[in-house]
Nanobody, 123 residues
Framework: QVKLVESGGGLVQFGGSLRLSCTASGSIFRIATMAWYRQAPQKQRELVAAETIEGDTTYSESIKGRFTISRDNAKNTVYLQMNSLKPEDTAVYYC?????????????????WGQGTQVSVSS
């Protein structure tokens, strides 16, 4: 199993910045993709940004140029640097990883979610 621990959320004013972190732990063999999703009230969860182990990145159009995803493979950690925050960025942000585990000789590949961290942007 893989456990994800997120941190870095909070309340910030319009135009401010926050940095989210998510660290994965467990019997991890390899993490193919690390991503951030968000879910605002009464809205569906949406992909914000993702990065593959090869370094390829994907961004939602709504945050391009303002947010940057990065990962530290040695630490199994993914970051989301959020600049120029807007009230419409207010949401619960979830870390997601597609991880391969090797536990007691048993190989497994699965998708894991963090518990979520609240980001609130005031106008």
């Amino acid at each position: 199993q893989v456990k994800l621990v997120e941190s870095g959320g909070g309340l910030v004013q319009f135009g401010g910045s926050l940095r989210l972190s998510c660290t994965a732990s467990g019997s991890i063999f390899r993490i193919a993709t690390m991503a951030w999703y968000r879910q605002a009230p009464q809205k569906q969860r949406e992909l914000v940004a993702a990065e593959t182990i090869e370094g390829d990145t994907t961004y939602s159009e709504s945050i391009k140029g303002r947010f940057t995803i990065s990962r530290d493979n040695a630490k199994n950690t993914v970051y989301l640097q959020m600049n120029s925050l807007k009230p419409e960025d207010t949401a619960v942000y979830y870390c997601n990883v597609n991880a391969e585990t090797l536990d007691s000789g048993i190989y497994s590949k699965s998708n894991y979610w963090g518990q979520g961290t609240q980001v609130s942007v005031s106008s």
